[in-house]
């Protein structure tokens, strides 16, 4: 791999997800952005041995993490999943949920 470069991204306003850090553009972390429609989820799913950050840019939802529950989120939040944990995000409102997941590794 060669050696990451510094870069500007102008994120595209329709686009339902969209990678913004991966393979050759980082070390080890990983992004995107993610829209999601009202009533629709980005599936469940686990952080495994990475640990996640969402900055919520519009739009309100819920973040389940399971034996937890459901947490509200919405513009203006952040959420952190440590590793291992199973999580789903949920757009409860009736306007398009966006938000920004950074996935780094823990070891």
Same mark, same amino acid.
Do not use: W
């Given at each position: ?29 990983? &992004? *995107?952005? /993610?829209?999601?429609? =009202? ?11 990475? #640990?996640? +950050? ?20 919405? &513009? *203006?939040? /952040?959420?952190?999943? =440590? ?11 009736? #306007?398009? +949920? ?10």
């Amino acid at each position: 791999m060669s050696d990451p470069q510094p870069f500007v991204l102008a994120l595209p306003a329709a686009e339902d997800y969209i990678q913004i850090l991966g393979e050759g553009k980082s070390v080890a972390m990983h &992004s *995107g952005r /993610v829209l999601l429609p =009202p009533g629709k989820d980005c599936g469940k799913h686990t952080t495994g041995r990475h #640990e996640e +950050l969402i900055v919520v840019l519009s739009g309100e939802g819920d973040l389940e993490v399971t034996g937890i529950g459901r947490t509200k989120i919405r &513009s *203006g939040m /952040v959420a952190y999943n =440590p590793p291992q944990t199973e999580h789903n995000v949920i757009n409860t409102g009736s #306007e398009p +949920l966006a938000y920004v997941y950074v996935v780094a590794p823990t070891a």
